[in-house]
């Protein structure tokens, strides 16, 4: 499976950008798919994922109420909605996943497949 991200930026606190990512290959397989970031310095983070299966979503509680996950399971594509983007949200952000459809994926060893990343900025 080979994920491709896009859609990152820079922009002001309180605007919006939305990511996109495709998985291609063996897409059909995949059970979850799932946004991590990373800021410079700190470690790869949760930020939100969809499950294939029953379309079940969750959040890191940090964005909660901000960014929304969904997805075209058609198009092996997941989307993540960010609004009210602050600036502690700059980070590169990556696409994930994974073969498995457990309700409880939402660490980074727990992805097989990764996407190279696509940084957003936000500036206040």
């Known amino acids: 499976v080979q994920l491709q991200a896009s859609g990152g930026g820079s922009v002001q606190a309180g605007e919006s950008l939305r990511l996109s990512c495709v998985a291609s290959?063996?897409?059909?397989?995949?059970?979850?798919m799932a946004w991590f970031r990373q800021a410079p310095g700190k470690e790869r983070e949760f930020v939100s994922r969809?499950?294939?299966?029953?379309?079940?979503?969750s959040y890191a509680d940090s964005v909660k109420g901000r960014f929304t996950i969904s997805g075209d399971r058609a198009k092996y594509m997941v989307f993540l909605q960010m609004n009210s983007l602050k600036p502690e949200d700059t980070a590169v952000y990556y696409c994930?996943?994974?073969?498995?459809?457990?309700?409880?994926?939402?660490?980074?060893?727990?992805?097989?497949?990764w996407g190279q990343g696509t940084l957003v900025t936000v500036s206040s």
């Open positions: 290959g063996s897409a059909f397989s995949v059970g979850v």
């Open positions: 969809i499950r294939w299966g029953d379309a079940s979503t």
């Open positions: 994930a996943a994974v073969l498995g459809s457990g309700p409880y994926y939402v660490r980074p060893a727990q992805y097989t497949y």
